[in-house]
């Protein structure tokens, strides 16, 4: 075994699921890389494409900067954004302060994956909500209530930068998308189709 792949170890299986087949597992995209959405929205793709339901919650994420919901449009994919929009047309800037109005936007998309859940959707996508319970917009008891309420064939995705431990614990899929390198930090400013 070389000394770059002494790391990749299988990980041991998980009691809880031994055997199981179908839907009704919670995956969970983290780490500080780029890629965390966009892999979540290629599962629900994909899903969507072998004829299951599926919806989306953004959370955090007002605003119409993001241009794969075109494509969730043009497919009839239901989505409901929540969030402030962030960033400063003029400037360009982003927002990074935390208000009640953002508080307000997480417990109206908290509402909006329950409607999901009871219209009988195989597949949600929780996009950004890691990130919302690290910077406190939301309790993570908050969300470990949610999971436990999720319909039993109901796949939950969520996403996001800082997963708590807590999350992590009930998830059954970890993938952790790791930065080695960004175009961000040599001044490459986001880019629309690529970043957003």
């Not at 919302?132 to 939301?138: I, N, P, S």
């Given at each position: ?19 199981r ?5 919670v ?6 890389g ?54 400063d ?72 930068r ?9 998830a ?5 998308v ?12 986001a880019?629309?189709?690529l970043?957003?």
């Amino acid at each position: 075994m070389t000394k770059d792949h002494q790391k990749d170890v299988i990980p041991k299986a998980d009691e809880r699921i031994i055997g199981r087949q179908g839907y009704g597992l919670v995956q969970i995209f983290t780490g500080e890389g780029k890629g965390k959405t966009t892999a979540a929205l290629g599962e629900v793709i994909r899903a969507y494409g072998a004829g299951k339901k599926v919806g989306i919650v953004y959370f955090d994420k007002g605003g119409a900067h993001y241009s794969e919901r075109s494509v969730l449009d043009r497919l009839e994919i239901p989505y409901v954004a929540t969030g402030r929009d962030r960033m400063d047309v003029t400037t360009g800037r982003f927002d990074f302060s935390l208000t009640q109005k953002d508080q307000e936007e997480v417990e109206r998309g908290l509402q909006a994956v329950q409607v999901f859940f009871t219209s009988g959707c195989d597949v949600v996508l929780l996009d950004e909500i890691n990130s919302c319970v690290a910077l406190g917009m939301v309790s993570m008891e908050e969300v470990l209530t949610l999971i436990k309420k999720k319909p039993e064939g109901v796949e939950l995705i969520l996403t996001g930068r800082h997963a708590p431990s807590a999350l992590l614990e009930v998830a059954h899929l970890i993938s952790e998308v790791q930065m080695k390198k960004h175009y961000f930090y040599s001044g490459v400013k986001a880019r629309e189709g690529l970043d957003y």
